[in-house]
């Protein structure tokens, strides 16, 4: 269901994956954590969370314990997380306990390996662990191209109505307008925009 790969190291086996319970497992990576800079996780897509669910990710720094990195679930099958020099005492999620067990069992060099966990659980309860400024947390789906489509009609009528005011309403293919008026339109449109902090003066447009 899940594959790892670290910035720069040959995608882990499938038997590194770890699992503690039916909605806990974890990768062990064997490699220096201080050699660890960025890793990344994804979906296999042969086995697609329940409705409603997701997988938390917490990575382990030994000595210092598990902080959550972000998240990952069926509209956002893959991400990539930064981790050098990320690690706040703060941030450890709900997982801390789950997985507390599973670095108590490790001996000899084992002790120093890092873990990435996974913990699958509803979407409401995995967005509670994100910190806010998360560039990993729930997004909004990309505009479809239909919705590209309609935007950029209201702002061609919009930009047809600003040049029609300086040509006295005539429609004729023959109209010349200046190349500052389109200057001023612009200018005219961004200041809207900041202004009202987003598009929605286009709904207006006829």
Known sequence: MFGCVIAGRPLLPPS?????????????????????????????????????????????????????????????PSAVFRVRGTFNMGEGGGAQGVFGGVNGGMQGPEEQQALLGLAIEPLDVIQAQLPASTSTALVKPAP???DAAVLAEK??????????????????GNVMVP??????WYENFIGKIRASGGIGFLERVE
């Open 16 to 76: 590194s994956l770890t699992q503690v319970d039916p909605t806990h497992a974890y990768f062990a990576l064997p490699f220096p954590p201080s050699t660890i800079n960025h890793i990344t996780l994804f979906l296999t897509g042969d086995v697609p969370f329940p409705p409603g669910f997701g997988a938390s990710v917490h990575f382990f720094w030994p000595g210092k314990g598990f902080q959550v990195l972000g998240m990952v679930s069926n509209e956002k």
């Open 155 to 172: 702002m061609v009528k919009h930009l047809l109505n600003y040049l029609s005011g300086f040509t006295g309403g005539a429609t004729g």
């Open 179 to 184: 190349m500052n008026m389109f200057m001023k």
């Open 144 to 146: 479809s191209v239909a």
